[in-house]
T-cell receptor
Framework: GAVVSQHPSRVICKSGTSVKIECRSL??????MFWYRQFPKQSLMLMAT?????????EQGVEKDKFLINHASLTLSTLTVTSAHPEDSSFYIC????????????????FGSGTQLSVL | AQSVTQPDIHITVSEGASLELRCNYS??????LFWYVQSPGQGLQLLLK??????LVQGIKGFEAEFKRSQSSFNLRKPSVHWSDAAEYFC???????????FGQGTILTVHP
């Protein structure tokens, strides 16, 4: 089946540094990728939606200047947490939507394995 | 706005027992409904999804779910739980913007031998 590769799986960084998380669709083209955040003992919350070649759409309350999303190709989207602080420590997970034959029921949605970010 | 409620935060069952995880949703139109499973430190694995048609949906690992429009529910069931089913389960709803999902709070399943 289709696979979404997300790296790194775990990262520890110092406060004030930036961290980049990659999300790759390995065997399909992902026109849209979604980035979620999951705080401990909470559910996943959508942060932003990125379409290949265009600016990401951020959910209310998510700082676009802090969470930079780039979706430059049909197989890669990156999330950069800029000037990370301890409150940014969270589990970040991406999902990628692949297009089948164009009928909506053929569209596939796959999740990466997630990135645990710890900011010291 | 769409929302999902999973009333049970934590459920404990004995291995071999039946399981039902509850999910209620709020959505203005016909929803796309999903159940995902997440093991500690792992990503999400899709168990099953409902788009239309037969309201009883079969998924992987012996799971099934039933869409009940009148009750706005999409409960997950399994007739006999295995120890390997211990994980956290998320119900999610999406709409025409396929892929943009709203998740419930999750239900942690513990399986006793």
């Amino acid at each position: 089946g289709a696979v979404v590769s997300q790296h790194p799986s775990r990262v520890i960084c110092k406060s004030g540094t930036s961290v980049k998380i990659e999300c790759r669709s390995l065997d399909f083209q992902a026109t849209t990728m979604f980035w979620y955040r999951q705080f401990p003992k909470q559910s996943l919350m959508l942060m932003a939606t990125s379409n290949e070649g265009s600016k990401a759409t951020y959910e209310q309350g998510v700082e676009k200047d802090k969470f930079l999303i780039n979706h430059a190709s049909l197989t890669l989207s990156t999330l950069t947490v800029t000037s990370a602080h301890p409150e940014d420590s969270s589990f970040y997970i991406c999902s990628a939507r692949g297009i089948g034959t164009g009928v909506i029921l053929d569209e596939k949605l796959f999740f990466g394995s997630g990135t645990q970010l710890s900011v010291l | 706005a769409q929302s999902v409620t999973q009333p049970d935060i934590h459920i404990t069952v004995s291995e071999g027992a039946s399981l039902e995880l509850r999910c209620n949703y709020s959505y203005g139109a016909t929803p796309y409904l999903f159940w995902y499973v997440q093991s500690p430190g792992q990503g999400l694995q899709l168990l099953l999804k409902y788009f239309s048609g037969d309201t009883l949906v079969q998924g992987i690992k012996g799971f099934e779910a039933e869409f009940k429009r009148s009750q706005s529910s999409f409960n997950l069931r399994k007739p006999s739980v295995h120890w390997s089913d211990a994980a956290e389960y998320f119900c999610a709803v999406g709409g025409t913007s396929y892929g943009k999902l709203t998740f419930g709070q999750g239900t942690i399943l513990t399986v006793h031998p």
